[in-house]
């Protein structure tokens, strides 16, 4: 049997010497190494053997097994090599011809807006608070001093997915959660998605954009709040833009003013923009009223701040001058990549 495994061995190691393509050696690794191969052929006869020859038999039948496998093994990585070389060398890319160029997206207006106001706050040593859309009624309304019948807690103005749970109105439920988890001095921003029931309109949607800020420290006044905006202003819209602060009504904040700043189009000399005022308005603002700071665990004896909140869709509809806030939500290609 010796002689036998020693002859299929050479006549094997000979004829994948000699294949030259990988169908042959397929066929090689069949004819020697398969079920029906001559090599297995010859080890299913090795029970005739006396219990001495076995051993013996089964050591050569091995060696001769593993030779066979190595030389397939091989031949077949040097076959591989050789047809990747002649279809590198028969084929060819023509780097001449023109490519289908393939249209880059980029930002959105919205969120061109919401980057470069972010950049502006953190330089300022804002930071960045997120929270939930869909928020509890608490967060949303009652640490916020808004009485109960105030008539945004309606159904009529706001989403209720049940009793005491809503799509948030306002990103103000941030700024509750930053004051119940954190102790003073806070210095944040909270921009994102809100939700009310308004009628789809080229002013109106029942989702819009908001981003506000809060500050909490000792010693917080009504001029830190002037100060802190018109810088904001100057910083958005240039250095010559005025700020006028007019006294509004807000149940969180207490004094509470809307800013106008310099129309940014006409710097003041009034234009359609404006309605020929030479200001817009830009947000609305107010010291934290003491009830909001007791609902979030803050002494108002100690601590004082104020709070500002901005409307994202009408800054970017008046930069970029929209006229119609739906263009804003269609995802009409033809619209956004002039931006």
Not at 68 to 95: F, G, N, R, W
């Amino acid at each position: 049997m010796k002689e036998k495994l020693n002859e299929i061995k050479e006549k094997a190691l000979r004829d994948i010497s000699a294949a030259d393509d990988l169908k042959t050696l397929e066929s090689l690794r069949v004819e020697y190494l398969g079920k029906k191969g001559e090599l297995t052929q010859i080890l299913r006869g090795m029970g005739q053997l006396s219990e001495e020859e076995r051993p013996a038999a089964g050591k050569i039948a091995n060696e001769v097994r593993e030779a066979i496998e190595d030389a397939i093994k091989v031949k077949k990585e040097t076959l591989e090599e050789e047809a990747l070389l002649q279809k590198l060398a028969t084929q060819s890319i023509d780097i001449t011809l023109n490519q289908h160029k393939i249209p880059r997206g980029h930002h959105h207006p919205l969120y061109k807006v919401i980057a470069e106001l972010t950049e502006v706050f953190t330089s300022m040593g804002f930071t960045v608070a997120e929270g939930p859309e869909i928020e509890w009624v608490k967060y949303n309304f009652d640490n916020l001093n808004v009485p109960l019948d105030h008539p945004a807690r309606d159904e009529s103005d706001t989403f209720y997915i049940e009793n005491d749970i809503l799509l948030r109105t306002q990103t103000s439920p941030v700024q509750v959660r930053t004051m119940l988890n954190s102790k003073p001095p806070i210095k944040i921003i909270s921009p994102g998605k809100v939700y009310r029931r308004d009628e789809i309109d080229a002013t109106h949607s029942p989702l819009f954009h908001q981003l506000e800020g809060l500050i909490i420290d000792k010693g917080i006044t009504m001029a830190d709040l002037k100060g802190t905006l018109d810088y904001i202003a100057k910083r958005l819209y240039g250095e010559k833009t005025q700020t006028i602060f007019r006294p509004h009504q807000f149940y969180f904040t207490e004094p509470s003013a809307e800013m106008d700043a310099t129309c940014f189009l006409c710097e003041g000399k009034g234009c359609r923009v404006c309605k020929g005022t030479g200001y817009i308005e830009i947000l609305g603002c107010g010291m934290v009223h003491p009830n909001v700071l007791r609902a979030c665990n803050i002494d108002p004896e100690i601590y004082s701040g104020f709070a500002f909140g901005m409307g994202l869709d009408r800054m970017t509809m008046l930069k970029y001058d929209i006229g119609d806030l739906r263009l804003m939500f269609g995802n009409d290609t033809e619209f956004l990549k002039q931006f």
